[in-house]
Every structure is written in C-alpha cells, then in structure tokens.
C-alpha cells in the first residue's frame, strides 16, 4: 500500500477561513464597505459567520446607508457590524466561544472589541485594517492589549493563497 498521496496544494486554515470571511461579506448591502466574519472553534470548526447589514425587520430599501449628512440620516447609528453579527448569529452555547478564534476582513473597532473580550475569543485574524489611525481603533488595540487577546494580519503568503482560490 502507498501512503502519503493526498494533494500538497491545499488551503490553509487561515486562507480557508478568510476566505469564508471574504465570501460571506458579499451579503452586506452596504455600498461603501463590506465586511465579513467568521468564528472558529479551537478544533477549526466553523462556529459563526456574520456580515455588516441592517438589524433584522429593517429594510436595507429603507435603510440610510449615506456615510455623509445629520448622523441621525446615515448608516451609523444603525448598522450591525460583522463581528457583533458573527457573535449574535451563534445559536450554541456562548461558553463555548471561549478561546475561539475571529476571522475578519477588516480590523475591528472599539464596540466590536468590546464584545469580542466579553465572549471569550482569544485571537483575531483580520484582512485589512484601513483605519487604524483613528481613535476607535487605537482605542481597540488598547482593550484588546490589556485584555490579552492577540490579534494578527493575514500573512503574504495567505493572501496567495486567496488570490489563487477563484472567488
């Protein structure tokens, strides 16, 4: 009998859930940033997913998704954020979310890490982190610090990975 004659290329658990993260935010309604997120258990089974969109019983054809204008006319105060969906969206146990990991294609903020802490999640993965000269975002690395969940970019060799997988 031969062993080892599995394949050699094939996804790896970054890329596969990234790209889980990055199929999933194409859901989002939102004409200026999409995002998606996926919770993975310790055992890399796939625990939640989530993308940013209109709480459920709101319209996205009613909802204000300008970014610009009274804050009380833009998509703001209203729109659910990916990672918080991802968290709400788990239908199991919320223990165990503890020490899972969050895979996400953008770097979350202050709110989301807030949440992200009180579940339990102990690693984020994250794709793009296009603000993170702002507050909300420098307030997140603090919490996320002081907490001590660790938090990674994806690394060149995952975002060759995804580029070659046909999305």
């Not at 990055?22 to 998606?36: A, F, M, N, W, Y």
């Not at 209109?54 to 998704?65: I, K, Q, V």
């Not at 009380?72 to 209203?78: A, H, R, V």
Request: charged residues 30%.
């Amino acid at each position: 009998m031969k062993y080892n004659l599995q394949r050699k290329e094939y996804l790896s658990w970054d890329a596969t859930f990234m790209i889980m993260s990055l199929v999933i935010e194409k859901r989002s309604k939102d004409p200026s940033t999409q995002v998606g997120a996926c919770i993975v258990g310790s055992d890399n089974r796939i625990l939640s997913l989530g993308y940013n969109g209109t709480p459920n019983g709101f319209l996205d054809s009613e909802f204000p998704w300008s970014r610009e204008g009274n804050k009380i006319e833009t998509k703001y105060p209203y729109v659910v954020h990916a990672e918080r969906n991802a968290i709400l969206n788990y239908r199991g146990n919320k223990k165990d979310l503890e020490g899972s990991k969050l895979y996400t294609s953008l770097f979350p903020c202050n709110e989301c890490a807030k949440e992200i802490i009180q579940t339990g999640i102990k690693e984020i993965i994250y794709d793009i982190d296009k603000y993170a000269h702002l507050d909300e975002y420098k307030a997140s690395k603090l919490m996320l610090d002081k907490c001590k969940v660790k938090y990674r970019s994806i690394t060149n060799e995952v975002r060759k990975e995804i580029k070659q997988f046909k999305l």
